[in-house]
């Protein structure tokens, strides 16, 4: 069966960094569009890292020249590398995938099939 699972997640200051990764099973990995999504309270879930099958990356606004995405094929990881944090970037981290063409940012939507259970990060001031 398709597993995502998500770690890395924790409390930190503004200013300060953290790595999620996201670890797949029972996927061809390699083949997944893949991308990382956030859900703060009060708010809907919003996509803020994608990484296609191609390579191609892409970034929301709020976090570009802050966030990296990146993948391991050999580890079957998917990773956000989170620097500059700050208290707007708080809430729950999910790592979604689909098994697509299509390229970034079309992939992955908040209606891809598969998901992880999400890690909390807390920025505070």
């Known amino acids: 069966q398709v597993q995502l699972v998500e770690s890395g997640g924790g409390s930190v200051q503004a200013s300060g960094s953290l790595r999620l990764s996201c670890a797949a099973s029972?996927?061809?990995?390699?083949?997944?569009?893949m991308g990382w999504f956030r859900q703060a309270p009060g708010k809907k879930r919003e996509a803020v890292a994608r990484?296609?099958?191609?390579?191609?990356?892409w970034y929301a606004d709020s976090v570009k020249g802050r966030f990296t995405i990146s993948k391991d094929n050999g580890k079957r990881t998917l990773y956000l590398q989170m620097d500059s944090l700050k208290p707007e970037d708080t809430g729950v981290y999910y790592c979604?995938?689909?098994?697509?063409?299509?390229?970034?940012?079309?992939?992955?939507?908040?209606?891809?099939?598969?998901w992880g259970q999400g890690t909390q990060v807390t920025v505070s001031s």
């Open positions: 029972g996927i061809t990995f390699s083949e997944y569009c």
């Open positions: 979604g995938a689909v098994w697509i063409w299509a390229r970034v940012p079309d992939c992955p939507s908040t209606t891809a099939p598969y």
């Open positions: 990484l296609d099958r191609y390579g191609t990356t």
